[in-house]
Nanobody, 124 residues
Framework: VQLQASGGGLVQAGDSLRLSCAAS????????MAWFRQAPGKERDFVAA???????RYADSVKGRFIISRDNAKNTVYLQMDSLKPEDTAVYYC???????????????????WGQGTLVTVSS
């Protein structure tokens, strides 16, 4: 599967933004999809994941503010980001893996495919 992320931009603290990740391939609906982010000078961190049946997991830092969803008919996964904070500033990557394992969805090395990243900048 090939992934193309979009939707990043410059916003102010408290604003909302929705990221999209379009996937190629006919087996998209069977993949676990996730969003990770990488701030300057930091490691790539898990943000959210969604299974083929829309079971979700979130990093504690985004719970209650971000929502991951998917539209299998459009081969697209979304990340709705509300109440954005300056510490949310990062390059956001979408990723895909086969299968679902709740204890391991946060591990970046478990993912087989990655999008190119989209930059989100939140000003204070």
């Amino acid at each position: 599967v090939q992934l193309q992320a979009s939707g990043g931009g410059l916003v102010q603290a408290g604003d909302s933004l929705r990221l999209s990740c379009a996937a190629s391939g006919r087996t998209f609906s069977t993949y676990t999809m996730a969003w990770f982010r990488q701030a300057p000078g930091k490691e790539r961190d898990f943000v959210a994941a969604i299974s083929w049946s829309s079971v979700t997991r979130y990093a504690d830092s985004v719970k209650g503010r971000f929502i991951i969803s998917r539209d299998n008919a459009k081969n697209t996964v979304y990340l709705q980001m509300d109440s954005l904070k300056p510490e949310d500033t990062a390059v956001y990557y979408c990723a895909a893996r086969r299968g679902w394992s709740a204890p391991t969805v946060f591990r970046s090395y478990e993912y087989d495919a990655w999008g190119q990243g989209t930059l989100v900048t939140v000003s204070s």
